[in-house]
C-alpha cells in the first residue's frame, strides 16, 4: 500500500502542474471578438508498474499497447488538451509526451516530428444546419472500443484489438445525427497513422452510431490503399462494438474486427479479432472489469507471425476521489506459437504479467 501511495502521490503531483489552468479566474473581461474564446482545459498522468514473469532480457512486454515497458516503473503519458466547442468554429490540441505516444507514432511515415501533438483539428458546426459537423486535421480513430487516455477505458492495458487496429488519421470527417439516437459519419484520410501519406490513394471512412438508453452499437469501416509506394491492393476494415448496460452499476461490451488486403502475389490477408469486457461497479469507489479476446492473424500479416493469439485481463480500479484513481491488474497472453520473449532462453508461449497504474486527471472527460 505504501508503494502504491507512493506512484499515486508522484502521478497526481505532476499532473498538479498540468491543472494550473484551474486556479481561481480572474474577474470577467469584456467580451471578445476572437472566436476561440471560451476555451476548455484538461489534462492527465499516467503513469505504471508492469511485472512480467517471463522477466524478458527486453524489458518489453510484448503485444502490448500502452504498458510495454516490464519489471520497470514508466510514466505512460502526459497530455494537456485545449479545446473550444464549435458555436460554430472550434478547435481541438492535445500535447503529449511519453512512450504511448511514440507507440502510437511507430510507423508514421514522416518521422517522429509531430509526436507530441496526437491531436489537431479545427471543427465547424453550420448553425443552419441541424447537428451537422464537420472536423479537418489530426484526429484519433473512430474504430474500437477502447480510447487512448487511460482513465475513460475499464482495463489499463488495451485490447489486442486495439493494439492492431488505426490510432488516428488525418484527413477530413463529417458526423450528422440523421434522429434523435442516430448518428452517421464519413471520412476522408491518407490512410493509418500516417501524416505524410505513403502513398497517391485516400483512404475513406463510413461511421455509424445508435445510442438507446440501456444499448449502443457503433460501425466503422474504412477502405484504402495502405501499401508504401503504391495504389493496388485496397486495405478493408471493419469494426463494430455493441455495449449494453442492463443495471447502472453494470457494463459489457462486445467488439469484433475483420480485414482483408490483397496480397502483393495472389490471394488475400485476412485478420480477425473478438474481444468481450465487462465493467461492475461494487462501490462508489471500487470497480471490477474482466476482459477476454481471440484474435487470429492468418498469414502474420498484422502481428508478423501467422498465429492465433489469447489473452484474459483482470482489473481492480480504486477511486481515491475524483480525478485520482489507480488500478491493479492481472493478464495472461497466449498463442499457439513460441512468440513470446523469456529471459535469455529464447521463445515462449505464453506471457502472465501484474500491472500497478497510477492516473491523475482534470477536467472535462
Known amino acids: 500500500m505504501t508503494f502504491l501511495r507512493a506512484l499515486c502521490v508522484l502521478t497526481a503531483a505532476v499532473s498538479g502542474a498540468l491543472s494550473q489552468t484551474e486556479s481561481p479566474a480572474p474577474p470577467p473581461a469584456p467580451p471578445s471578438a476572437w472566436p476561440f474564446g471560451r476555451l476548455q482545459a484538461s489534462g492527465l498522468v499516467d503513469s505504471y508498474y508492469s511485472l512480467n514473469f517471463n522477466h524478458p532480457i527486453s524489458h518489453a512486454n510484448q503485444y502490448r499497447n500502452f504498458d510495454v515497458r516490464a519489471d520497470r516503473i514508466s510514466v505512460n503519458m502526459?497530455?494537456?488538451?485545449?479545446?473550444?466547442?464549435?458555436?460554430?468554429?472550434?478547435?481541438?490540441?492535445?500535447?503529449?509526451?511519453?512512450?504511448?505516444?511514440?507507440?502510437?507514432h511507430a510507423t508514421e511515415p514522416a518521422g517522429d516530428v509531430l509526436d507530441w501533438l496526437p491531436q489537431a483539428y479545427l471543427s465547424l458546426k453550420p448553425t443552419k444546419d441541424r447537428g451537422l459537423q464537420v472536423d479537418f486535421g489530426k484526429f484519433f480513430t473512430s474504430a474500437g472500443a477502447e480510447l487512448t487516455e487511460t482513465h475513460l477505458n475499464w482495463n489499463y492495458s488495451r485490447s489486442l484489438l486495439y493494439a492492431n487496429g488505426p490510432y488516428y488519421h488525418l484527413g477530413v470527417r463529417l458526423t450528422r445525427p440523421l434522429a434523435g439516437?442516430?448518428?452517421v459519419g464519413f471520412q476522408a484520410v491518407n490512410g493509418w497513422n500516417n501524416i505524410k501519406d505513403n502513398n497517391s490513394g485516400k483512404t475513406?471512412?463510413?461511421?455509424?452510431?445508435?445510442?438507446?438508453?440501456?444499448?449502443?452499437?457503433?460501425?466503422?469501416?474504412?477502405?484504402?490503399?495502405?501499401k508504401n509506394g503504391s495504389n493496388r491492393g485496397i486495405r478493408h476494415f471493419y469494426d463494430t462494438v455493441?455495449?449494453?448496460?442492463?443495471?447502472?452499476?453494470?457494463?459489457?461490451?462486445v467488439n469484433f474486427d475483420y480485414g482483408t488486403e490483397k496480397a502483393d502475389t495472389a490471394g488475400n490477408h485476412i485478420w480477425v479479432g473478438i474481444a468481450a469486457a465487462a465493467r461492475f461497479s461494487l462501490t462508489r469507489r471500487i470497480a471490477l472489469s474482466p476482459r477476454a479476446e481471440y484474435y487470429s492473424d492468418r498469414d502474420g500479416f498484422i502481428t508478423g507471425t501467422p498465429q492465433n493469439l489469447k489473452e484474459v485481463t483482470l482489473t481492480a480500479e480504486y477511486q481515491w476521489r475524483e480525478g485520482l484513481l489507480s488500478r491493479?491488474?492481472?493478464?495472461?497472453?497466449?498463442?499457439?506459437?513460441?512468440?513470446?520473449?523469456?529471459?535469455?532462453?529464447?521463445?515462449?508461449?505464453?506471457?502472465?504479467?501484474?500491472?500497478?497504474?497510477?492516473v491523475a486527471y482534470f477536467g472535462p472527460k
Open 181 to 183: 439516437s442516430f448518428t
Open 242 to 253: 455493441l455495449t449494453v448496460t442492463p443495471r447502472d452499476t453494470v457494463s459489457a461490451y
Open 328 to 358: 491493479f491488474e492481472y493478464r495472461r497472453d497466449w498463442s499457439d506459437r513460441e512468440v513470446f520473449e523469456r529471459g535469455r532462453h529464447g521463445a515462449f508461449r505464453s506471457q502472465n504479467t501484474l500491472l500497478l497504474g497510477c
Open 78 to 104: 502526459a497530455r494537456l488538451t485545449l479545446e473550444r466547442s464549435p458555436e460554430p468554429l472550434g478547435f481541438r490540441a492535445d500535447f503529449g509526451v511519453g512512450r504511448a505516444f511514440e507507440v502510437v
Open 204 to 226: 475513406l471512412g463510413l461511421t455509424t452510431a445508435w445510442n438507446g438508453s440501456r444499448v449502443s452499437w457503433f460501425n466503422s469501416y474504412y477502405a484504402g490503399p495502405e
